[in-house]
């Protein structure tokens, strides 16, 4: 009887009977409910010096499994998050877990090398209290630890603001990296003035190595402006060996992709990569 009680539900929760907006609104209390009840979990991907192929940090990767709707893309939720004004909220909780699991893997003696990167929302930018936030939410860890991580377009969603908070919390420690770099629109005078450590080349490019020309020489170009500006760079989304021993030729040093490391839950992380 069980059974068939949930096969109805089923049936209910299917969305083909539901609008477009009906959707978005179910979607929608699931995820204030999930945040509520703390039913996310961070995901870890394996961060490589390209050379020697060894371990030099992390991204954690925000999970969201809904009994209902089964596997959210966090592109989808993080949208919900941030136009229903509750990205604050989640982007606190990633932060906190992050920096927990980060201790957690202190405390269980095998440490992450380097550092776990963060993805950091420009609506957590937005209030004035950010920096004593993150403060807070980090006091547990050095910084030196972590790496926060704003995409190149969200950045440029309001320059003046991200750059001034980029350059507060820089001020107090914490290292940054803009995510998904070369779709965005930031010019060189401005990248010149950000507080960053790392530009992350977006999966675009990487994909197109060995095809596209025109994309490999822009992949250069990053490589070359990245050295110029002594900014570290990580190539996102490594899939062939073609695209590694490419970006590995033209001097990229860190990269990360399925090739080397898929995103997984955290202990699964410690046994593949920590000793
Ligand atoms: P991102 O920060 O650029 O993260 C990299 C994305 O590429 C991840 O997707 C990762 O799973 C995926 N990826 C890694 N290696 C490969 C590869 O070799 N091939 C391909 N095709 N994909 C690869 P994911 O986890 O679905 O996240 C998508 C985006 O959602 C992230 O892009 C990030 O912008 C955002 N996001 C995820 N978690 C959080 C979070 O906790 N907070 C915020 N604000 N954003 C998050
Ligand atoms: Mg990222
Ligand atoms: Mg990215
Ligand atoms: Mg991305």
Redesign the pocket.
């Known amino acids: 009887a069980d059974a068939k009680a949930r096969q109805q539900d089923f049936a209910f929760f299917n969305t083909s009977m539901m609008s477009a907006m009906e959707y978005r609104q179910l979607l929608f209390e699931r995820f204030r409910k999930a945040l509520r009840e703390e039913q996310f979990e961070l995901y870890y991907q394996p961060v490589f010096a390209l050379d020697e192929r060894k371990v030099v940090g992390a991204e954690a990767l925000c999970r969201w499994y809904d009994d209902e709707f089964g596997w959210i893309s966090p592109l989808d939720f993080i949208a919900i998050a941030e136009t229903r004004g509750l990205m604050q909220s989640l982007g606190d909780w990633v932060l906190k877990e992050a920096c927990r699991q980060l201790v957690a893997w202190n405390t269980a003696g095998h440490p992450l090398p380097g550092r776990l990167a963060v993805n950091i929302s420009n609506k957590q930018l937005e209030s004035n209290d950010v920096v004593e936030r993150f403060q807070a939410i980090t006091a547990n860890v050095a910084k030196e630890n972590l790496l926060l991580e704003l ?1 190149e377009t969200a950045m440029m969603r309001a320059p003046e603001l991200n750059s001034k908070r980029i350059r507060q919390l820089h001020d107090v420690g914490f290292h940054w990296a803009i ?2 770099f070369g779709t965005g629109y930031s010019s060189l005078s401005y990248l010149s003035q950000l507080k960053a450590s790392v530009l ?1 080349i ?2 675009s490019f990487v994909s197109k190595i060995g095809n596209n020309p025109q994309d490999e020489s822009i992949i250069q170009a990053i490589i070359a402006m990245a050295k110029a500006l002594q900014i570290n760079l990580i190539a ?1 989304g490594i899939e062939t060996d073609a695209q590694l021993e490419y970006l590995t030729k033209h001097g990229c040093n860190d990269g990360q992709g399925y090739l080397l490391g898929r995103p997984v839950p955290a202990s699964e992380f410690a046994q593949l990569w920590l000793t």
């Open positions: 995409t995510d998904d992350k977006d999966r996102e």
